[in-house]
């Protein structure tokens, strides 16, 4: 599968419109369904090639897209989300720079 094109496992005539948040392959039990001594077979079962997971990190965009910033009404909540996760992913990149200014009791 190049870029641009739809999933193998998509089909128009049983799908319909092609959702860019819905993943068209086998379905599987949801990991909250899954019991602690499943877990292992369940993670097995998960591809972990770099393909997969971009695929998977595209549908939680569209997912997040169409629930929080493509509704007629959506209000300010994209931009306080995407305002707080950006502070959040600066605050640990700038983490180590920003450690060294603590209030300690002693200064030796």
């Given at each position: 599968?190049?870029?641009?094109?739809?999933?193998?496992?998509?089909?128009?005539?049983?799908?319909?419109?092609?959702?860019?948040?819905?993943?068209?392959?086998?379905?599987?039990?949801?990991?909250?369904?899954?019991?602690?001594?499943?877990?292992?077979?369940?993670i097995?079962?998960?591809?972990?090639?770099?393909?997969?997971?971009?695929?998977?990190?595209?549908?939680?965009?569209?997912?997040?897209?169409?629930?929080?910033?493509?509704?007629?009404?959506?209000?300010?909540?994209?931009?306080?989300?995407?305002?707080?996760?950006?502070?959040a992913?600066?605050?640990?990149?700038?983490?180590?720079?920003?450690?060294?200014?603590?209030?300690?009791?002693?200064?030796?």
């Amino acid at each position: 599968m190049g870029l641009g094109e739809l999933p193998k496992e998509y089909s128009k005539a049983i799908h319909g419109p092609y959702d860019p948040a819905i993943f068209y392959g086998k379905k599987d039990v949801a990991l909250g369904q899954v019991k602690l001594f499943e877990l292992p077979a369940w993670i097995a079962r998960r591809n972990p090639s770099p393909v997969s997971m971009g695929r998977a990190v595209s549908r939680a965009y569209w997912r997040w897209n169409h629930k929080y910033a493509l509704p007629k009404y959506c209000g300010l909540t994209p931009l306080i989300q995407m305002t707080v996760g950006l502070s959040a992913a600066f605050y640990l990149i700038n983490y180590s720079s920003i450690s060294h200014h603590k209030n300690h009791k002693y200064h030796w």
